[in-house]
């Protein structure tokens, strides 16, 4: 069953999540989240990066190796 909070809204249109759903959600000072009007609601979901470097293990592995030109052909490698 979903949890339920109330609080009031500051004069300058805050809120404070209840620190149970901040430790569930994974928000810390600084997170960012998403709105969005429902109906006759509001959701309010952690924003998450549409893909994070640990996620696509782009950029995760170091070299001291030059990078490869961008018109490198692999295929002349198999010329003798």
Do not use: W, Y
């Not at 999540?17 to 429902?38: A, D, K, N, T």
């Not at 609601?41 to 490869?68: C, Q, W």
């Amino acid at each position: 069953m979903a949890e339920s909070s109330c609080c009031a809204v500051t004069s300058k249109g805050q809120v404070t999540i209840p620190q149970m759903m901040r430790q569930q959600l994974g928000l810390h000072r600084g997170s960012r989240v998403c709105f969005e009007l429902v109906g006759d609601h509001l959701e309010i979901r952690p924003a998450r990066p549409a893909s994070s470097p640990t996620n696509s293990g782009f950029g995760l592995l170091k070299t001291t190796m030059p990078p490869v030109p961008s018109d490198f052909d692999p295929a002349t490698l198999l010329q003798p």
